[in-house]
């Protein structure tokens, strides 16, 4: 009985192993940084264009290449295949062929893949001539690059085309590059098609906290981006929205100026509360989408709904009672920087080293961000008043934290923007509720949702670039540059031990074995820019100082030495890595 019992759950292990790691395998990644003026190689238009194939694409008439293929093969519920978590046999062979496929496709053209498609499962080549069409035109686009050109006549005060602002997967019309990028009319926002994808992800967001926790969080604190807005045609702010439990409406000029409240029987669940802080930049690009978030806050907050029904009543009947709000201050939930000011600073902060305990970076993020955008009960809009206390109050509830990645080239270790945002608000709330949240994080631009926690996404970002070596090779031959874009990621994930406590300390261990403690790799590093190895070493003893990891002493003596021999290393030495 029981070595039956172990041989299934060895399985059920060896199993959830496979699935991670197949999981980082196909995780697209950026091979290297993009040099001006220069095309794609073609091992990453593969991977590019298989990520693109991978949505239907209506406005192109084209299918997507899973779904085609599963059709021909009889598959009939590939929808709900797509949004499982376990990885199925049918997945893998639908997965397989469309590999195969997009390889055909990179060598012998468009009807070369049809045909080969056609033989093997069956999709008539009629259906799939349409996706691979779009496909070489993509692949013409990429070769061609107008990067240079323009740039020159950008100089000489010439005409630039322009061209939408986006993601390449999920818009691919922003090719060629080198154009006059133009970003959204924010009255468009958001699409039915980001509403539609936003119910999925929010109602994910839910689910996964639901079964963590046994119930609904109090309220989430959401951060939502103008670039991320602008490429997911508004996700993040339909998720805002189908959380509250409302839809946007359109008036006669087609803009969204409105919301419509979805009845709970519809809705299935309480209406929740969200604290949304938005980026500068939104604020600049949004101005209308905020006025329509608070609007749908306080639209919310007067219906006449029981109070374990409707959250943002409760929380705001809640401060109320306690005294000393009234219903426009209990129930602001937009906020943003100063008018005119940019950023938390969260990440300054981290970066200098000079903090001295991790509160500081949660008032910071306050401090920052704690300007609200409302209207009040007499219509007067409020731009931008300085509400510490309004914000202490709404994060007081808050019992999860999210926010959105919206692209494959930039996720949360690539920038130090991921842990000023969402490790500042949730260091913020820890500090104000006396537990830490629980953060989690999606991929809004994969054909499937999945919400990962902040760890989760942490490990995955970590395995997927800062320790694989197709990442840093592919770094490592911008030499200089790419010495700083290894840093950087240290950096960055230091960045999420300081704001959330979300960094396993195998990872810093990792790090310090592959990039210091091998001979060869140190010395390359060390070659192309020392200054940036230095700055690698004293990260990861400062992750040590502070507390986010414990190597044993063999290892810690290790890198002492080698901050020791690099700060030995003669100025004119170090310097060569500039060159
Ligand atoms: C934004 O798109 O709003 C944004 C981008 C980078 C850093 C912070 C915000
Ligand atoms: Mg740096």
Same mark, same amino acid.
């Given at each position: 009985?029981?070595?039956?019992?172990?041989?299934?759950?060895?399985?059920?292990?060896?199993?959830?192993?496979?699935?991670?790691?197949?999981?980082?395998?196909?995780?697209?990644?950026?091979?290297?940084?993009?040099?001006?003026?220069?095309?794609?190689?073609?091992?990453?238009?593969?991977?590019?264009?298989?990520?693109?194939?991978?949505?239907?694409?209506?406005?192109?008439?084209?299918?997507?290449?899973?779904?085609?293929?599963?059709?021909?093969?009889?598959?009939?519920?590939?929808?709900?295949?797509?949004?499982?978590?376990?990885?199925?046999?049918?997945?893998?062979?639908?997965?397989?062929?469309?590999?195969?496929?997009?390889?055909?496709?990179?060598?012998?053209?468009?009807?070369?893949?049809?045909?080969?498609?056609?033989?093997?499962?069956?999709?008539?080549?009629?259906?799939?001539?349409?996706?691979?069409?779009?496909?070489?035109?993509?692949?013409?686009?990429?070769?061609?690059?107008?990067?240079?050109?323009?740039?020159?006549?950008?100089?000489?005060?010439?005409?630039?085309?322009?061209?939408?602002?986006?993601?390449?997967?999920?818009?691919?019309?922003?090719?060629?590059?080198?154009?006059?990028?133009?970003?959204?009319?924010?009255?468009?926002?958001?699409?039915?098609?980001?509403?539609?994808?936003?119910?999925?992800?929010?109602?994910?967001?839910?689910?996964?906290?639901?079964?963590?926790?046994?119930?609904?969080?109090?309220?989430?604190?959401?951060?939502?981006?103008?670039?991320?807005?602008?490429?997911?045609?508004?996700?993040?702010?339909?998720?805002?929205?189908?959380?509250?439990?409302?839809?946007?409406?359109?008036?006669?000029?087609?803009?969204?100026?409105?919301?419509?409240?979805?009845?709970?029987?519809?809705?299935?669940?309480?209406?929740?509360?969200?604290?949304?802080?938005?980026?500068?930049?939104?604020?600049?690009?949004?101005?209308?989408?905020?006025?329509?978030?608070?609007?749908?806050?306080?639209?919310?907050?007067?219906?006449?709904?029981?109070?374990?029904?409707?959250?943002?009543?409760?929380?705001?009947?809640?401060?109320?009672?306690?005294?000393?709000?009234?219903?426009?201050?209990?129930?602001?939930?937009?906020?943003? =920087?100063?008018?005119?000011?940019?950023?938390?600073?969260?990440?300054?902060?981290?970066?200098?080293?000079?903090?001295?305990?991790?509160?500081?970076?949660?008032?910071?993020?306050?401090?920052?961000?704690?300007?609200?955008?409302?209207?009040?009960?007499?219509?007067?809009?409020?731009?931008?008043?300085?509400?510490?206390?309004?914000?202490?109050?709404?994060?007081?509830?808050?019992?999860?934290?999210?926010? =959105?990645?919206?692209?494959?080239?930039?996720?949360?270790?690539?920038?130090?923007?991921?842990?000023?945002?969402?490790?500042?608000?949730? %260091?913020?709330?820890?500090?104000?509720?006396?537990?830490?949240?629980?953060?989690?994080?999606?991929?809004?631009?994969?054909?499937?949702?999945?919400?990962?926690?902040?760890?989760?996404?942490?490990?995955?970002?970590?395995?997927?670039?800062?320790?694989?070596?197709?990442?840093?090779?592919?770094?490592?031959?911008?030499?200089?540059?790419?010495?700083?874009?290894?840093?950087?990621?240290?950096? =960055?994930?230091?960045?999420?031990?300081?704001?959330?406590?979300?960094?396993?300390?195998?990872?810093?261990?990792?790090?310090?074995?592959?990039?210091?403690?091998?001979?060869?790799?140190?010395?390359?590093? %060390?070659?192309?820019?020392?200054?940036?190895?230095?700055?690698?070493?004293?990260?990861?003893?400062?992750?040590?100082?502070?507390?986010?990891? =414990?190597?044993?002493?063999?290892?810690?003596?290790?890198?002492?030495?080698?901050?020791?021999?690099?700060?030995?290393?003669?100025?004119?030495?170090?310097?060569?890595?500039?060159?």
């Amino acid at each position: 009985m029981t070595s039956n019992r172990n041989s299934i759950e060895r399985d059920v292990r060896v199993m959830h192993l496979y699935e991670e790691l197949l999981e980082i395998e196909q995780r697209l990644i950026p091979t290297g940084l993009h040099t001006f003026g220069r095309a794609l190689e073609l091992r990453e238009k593969a991977d590019l264009l298989r990520m693109v194939a991978s949505f239907d694409r209506p406005e192109h008439g084209a299918r997507s290449l899973p779904a085609l293929v599963a059709e021909a093969l009889g598959v009939d519920c590939y929808d709900e295949l797509l949004q499982e978590t376990s990885i199925s046999e049918t997945r893998e062979l639908i997965d397989g062929v469309v590999f195969e496929v997009v390889e055909r496709f990179c060598e012998g053209g468009a009807e070369a893949a049809a045909d080969w498609l056609n033989l093997r499962a069956g999709v008539e080549s009629e259906k799939s001539l349409p996706t691979f069409s779009l496909l070489a035109h993509i692949t013409e686009q990429l070769d061609s690059n107008n990067e240079m050109a323009s740039l020159m006549r950008a100089l000489r005060g010439e005409y630039i085309e322009p061209g939408p602002g986006a993601d390449i997967v999920q818009n691919p019309l922003i090719l060629p590059t080198g154009r006059n990028t133009h970003a959204v009319n924010p009255y468009s926002v958001p699409s039915q098609m980001a509403f539609a994808r936003a119910k999925h992800t929010a109602d994910a967001l839910l689910r996964r906290y639901f079964d963590e926790h046994g119930r609904y969080p109090r309220a989430l604190a959401l951060v939502l981006w103008g670039l991320d807005n602008i490429k997911t045609q508004g996700e993040g702010v339909a998720q805002a929205l189908w959380l509250l439990g409302v839809r946007p409406v359109r008036d006669a000029l087609n803009r969204v100026t409105e919301v419509e409240v979805i009845p709970l029987e519809e809705l299935q669940r309480p209406r929740m509360d969200v604290i949304m802080t938005v980026s500068g930049i939104f604020r600049d690009l949004f101005t209308p989408t905020m006025t329509l978030l608070d609007k749908a806050v306080r639209r919310v907050a007067k219906l006449d709904e029981p109070l374990e029904l409707n959250y943002v009543r409760r929380n705001i009947a809640e401060a109320m009672d306690a005294g000393d709000s009234d219903f426009d201050d209990a129930g602001t939930r937009v906020f943003s =920087n100063a008018p005119g000011n940019y950023g938390t600073n969260v990440n300054f902060m981290v970066m200098d080293s000079q903090w001295e305990n991790e509160e500081t970076l949660g008032d910071l993020f306050v401090k920052r961000k704690c300007f609200a955008y409302t209207r009040d009960s007499k219509g007067q809009t409020v731009e931008g008043r300085e509400a510490p206390h309004l914000m202490d109050d709404a994060l007081s509830r808050v019992e999860a934290t999210y926010q =959105n990645l919206d692209s494959f080239e930039v996720g949360i270790t690539d920038v130090d923007h991921y842990f000023e945002y969402l490790g500042g608000i949730s %260091r913020a709330v820890e500090t104000r509720t006396k537990s830490r949240p629980a953060i989690y994080l999606c991929d809004s631009l994969s054909p499937q949702t999945r919400i990962r926690s902040l760890e989760e996404t942490v490990r995955l970002e970590t395995r997927a670039k800062t320790l694989n070596p197709k990442w840093y090779e592919g770094m490592l031959k911008h030499g200089f540059r790419g010495v700083a874009e290894i840093e950087n990621h240290v950096a =960055n994930t230091f960045g999420w031990s300081a704001t959330a406590d979300a960094v396993d300390p195998w990872i810093y261990t990792e790090i310090s074995k592959t990039f210091l403690l091998d001979p060869i790799m140190f010395n390359r590093l %060390r070659e192309l820019n020392p200054h940036s190895v230095r700055s690698l070493t004293e990260r990861l003893l400062e992750a040590h100082d502070r507390g986010y990891w =414990n190597p044993d002493e063999d290892l810690l003596e290790k890198i002492r030495d080698i901050t020791v021999a690099i700060n030995d290393q003669p100025e004119g030495q170090l310097k060569r890595g500039y060159r």
